[in-house]
């Protein structure tokens, strides 16, 4: 099946840093998503992003789908956003996402 | 409802009891999928339904894994003869559709203990 690797898997900014995880992807999809899972375990739907760039505050991201690969950047980083970072795919006819292993982002203040 | 409710919340049980988790999707929403996240694992798919269509039970870990959604709506996860690696927080998520991220929504997750 479909491979979607995340790196890196953990990171430690100082508050204000910049940062830009990358997901790549084994096989073509035609969904992609990134999700945040804060401390209390909520996942929260940041982007659905399968090609092209999309800007929500001070994340962003960009998905290069014939290189198979997607970076979600944060700027300006916050404490509030600590968590883990999941990219998930989804392919063909396949109705289910399948995730990655997320990366953990830890802000200091 | 606001946002997709799960419940229990927390749920301890013995090995070798049956247990049932439930899903509340949010209203209009035609797709469900339930998911379980094993302590600092990805997520892991179970099951999925897409409106009348027959579900998807291809992520169903064994046969004691069953999942039903009445009327299109509410869904319920059962585990049969529970073990202890059935231990992990059972997520369910819906979007209005199938093939998009429309709306995708987690709920809080019921976090399931079996001692």
């Known amino acids: 099946g479909i491979q979607v690797e995340q790196s890196p898997p953990d990171l430690i900014l100082q508050e204000g840093a910049n940062s830009t995880l990358r997901c790549n992807f084994s096989?073509?999809?035609?969904?992609l998503q990134w999700f945040h899972q804060n401390p209390w375990g909520q996942l929260i739907n940041l982007f659905y992003?399968?090609?092209g760039t999309k800007q929500n505050g001070r994340l962003s991201a960009t998905t290069v789908a014939t290189e198979r690969y997607s970076l979600l950047y944060i700027s300006s980083s916050q404490t509030t956003d600590s968590g883990v970072y999941f990219c998930?795919?989804?392919?063909?006819?396949?109705?289910?996402?399948?995730f990655g292993k997320g990366t953990k982002l830890s802000v200091k203040p | 409802g606001a946002g997709v409710s799960q419940s229990p919340s927390n749920k301890v049980t013995e090995k070798g009891k049956d247990v049932e988790l439930r899903c509340d999707p949010i209203?209009?929403?035609?797709?469900l999928y339930w998911y379980r996240q094993s302590l600092g694992q990805g997520l892991e798919f179970l099951i999925y339904?897409?409106?009348?269509?027959?579900?998807?039970k291809s992520g169903l870990p064994s046969d004691r894994f069953s999942a039903e959604r009445t009327g299109g709506s509410v869904s319920t996860l059962t585990i049969q003869r529970t073990q202890q690696e059935d231990s992990a927080v059972y997520l369910c998520?819906?979007?209005?559709?199938?093939?998009?991220?429309?709306?995708?929504?987690f709920g809080s997750g019921t976090r399931l203990t079996v001692v």
């Open positions: 998520a819906s979007s209005l559709g199938g093939w998009t991220g429309d709306g995708y929504t």
């Open positions: 096989d073509s999809v035609n969904n």
């Open positions: 992003i399968p090609s």
């Open positions: 998930a795919v989804r392919k063909g006819s396949q109705g289910n996402l399948i």
């Open positions: 209203s209009g929403h035609t797709a």
């Open positions: 339904f897409q409106g009348n269509s027959a579900p998807d």
